[in-house]
């Protein structure tokens, strides 16, 4: 496709259950990232994969979330026993390669996360 | 990580008249920065880069300013119109790795 997709674009979930959020990168970009954005604030990072190294997952809040990247291309978010903390928009970026130093990410429209 | 944070949190602008938003960074190391746009229910959109090595660079109507001296960015918008209402963010990288840190945000409200 021309862009990130991000699927589904919103999902409203009970307390208690898992949700599963999928991202789909630009062809060809290596780097791919997940961040967190509350209501009113700025973008928190959750996770980074490049190629076929050990995600960067530094900036999981919690054993409850997961991420996976099959083949180098899709990935999915994984929020486990959600939470209404959880309640916020889920944005997925994708870049070249994290070799060159410089490299602009390109943003997902996100997925509207509501926890009842 | 340091924080990235931004002065003032909403800024209004008379349509016509330039817009500057102001970011302050912590991390000396940073050397990479970029300003996204985010308008409402759409995910960030790049604006206007800048490495570390320069102190200006200019795009169309954009122009951003890196004062490293003070850790001091800024992104000016020449003529503001409508359409450039939106959240803009401030985000930085160091330490060689593509992992960006981002403000909080400053939002913009243009009034015709």
Known sequence: GAGVSQSPSNKVTEKGKDVELRCDPISGHTALYWYRQSLGQGLEFLIYFQGNSAPDKSGLPSDRFSAERTGGSVSTLTIQRTQQEDSAVYLCASSLDHRSSYNEQFFGPGTRLTVL | ?112
């Not at chain 2, 002065?7 to 008249?17: I, K």
């Open chain 2, 1 to 112: 990580g340091e924080s990235v944070g931004l002065h003032l949190p909403t800024l209004s602008v008379q349509e016509g008249d330039n817009s500057i938003i102001n970011c302050a960074y912590s991390n000396s190391a940073s050397d990479y920065f970029i300003w996204y746009k985010q308008e409402s229910g759409k995910g960030p959109q790049f604006i206007i880069d800048i490495r570390s090595n320069m102190d200006k660079r200019q795009g169309q109507r954009v122009t951003v300013l890196l004062n490293k001296t003070v850790k001091h960015l800024s992104l000016q918008i020449a003529a503001t119109q409508p359409g450039d209402s939106a959240v803009y963010f401030c985000a930085e990288k160091y330490n060689n790795f593509n992992k960006f840190y981002f403000g909080s945000g400053t939002k913009l409200n243009v009034k015709p």
